[in-house]
């Protein structure tokens, strides 16, 4: 089933497309600052976190890029859950989250060239038009969905967010079964990175809220929000342009968020 994971994740964000609304446009709007804070943190911290992780453990060169990939990835979906779980602003949590999604079609691609064209060729706008098949245009279809047809659907909208949920784990799956045989050399040492750069990311997004004296919920939600990636997209991202190892990280990394 591999040759179908772009359609699997097209899906997952069609379904995420589907519980936005029109006012999540407008909180953004409404409070530009903090999320243009909280963006650019997602974009500088996790992203260079990740290059100096690599380096640090001394990764081979897929592995290093596919957790320079995840890094780069746009923050992840389930980060609005765990904002409300942890009594952190939520409203602030789904701003960061649509932003950074709408951003990703060229920082992506951008940062992991950047970062990473010294270990592997990094296949730009082949990856650029990735994203936008996979992420940008199925989430303005559920979204569109969701404002056209809005009381039909009312009812199976709880439904959506399910099916995006059980394709990552069937993504992430894929990705293990294709490296069982290599897991068994590597697990350790990936894992340890994938900690490290979560927990990292966690006090960054901390750290950033305080320096600019936010309160504490808003810290919280730029610990969360910076540290919990959208791997789901890395995992695509790797399978499709670096092989079944470049996505070893980012399907880990799901798991460890």
């Known amino acids: ?63 290093a890029v596919g957790l320079i990939l995840t890094g780069a990835a746009p923050g992840a979906m389930a980060s609005n859950v765990v904002s409300y779980i942890a009594k952190a602003d ?32 990094v296949p730009f706008f082949a990856m650029v038009l990735s994203v936008v098949q996979m992420v940008v245009v ?18 199976i909208l709880p439904v959506f967010p399910a099916i995006s949920v059980t394709f990552i784990i069937f993504i992430c799956s894929l990705v293990i079964a294709l490296n069982k045989q290599y897991l068994a050399q ?18 960054a997004g901390y750290g950033v809220g305080t320096a600019f004296r936010m309160d504490v919920r808003r810290r919280r939600t730029l610990a969360i929000e910076i540290c919990m990636q959208n791997a789901g997209l890395g995992t695509v991202l790797a399978l499709k342009h670096f092989g079944e190892k470049a996505a070893m990280p980012a399907a880990i990394f799901v798991f460890i968020c």
């Open 1 to 63: 089933l591999k040759p179908y994971m772009d359609w699997f994740f097209a899906l997952t964000m069609f379904g995420i497309g589907a519980v936005l609304q029109i006012d999540d446009f407008k909180r953004i709007a409404q409070k530009p600052l903090i999320v243009l804070i909280g963006s650019v943190t997602q974009f500088t911290v996790m992203p260079l976190g990740a290059f100096a992780v690599a380096k640090l453990f001394g990764l081979p060169p897929e592995i």
């Open 90 to 121: 939520t409203a602030y949590s789904v701003s960061l989250t649509t932003v950074s999604t709408l951003l990703c079609p060229i920082l992506t691609p951008g940062l992991t060239f950047l970062l990473a064209r010294s270990r592997l060729d």
């Open 138 to 155: 199925p989430l303005f279809i559920g979204f569109g969905v969701r404002h056209y047809l809005k009381e039909k659907i009312e009812k």
């Open 186 to 203: 590597v697990t350790g040492v990936i894992l340890a990175a994938g900690v490290v750069l979560n927990v990292y990311g966690m006090l």
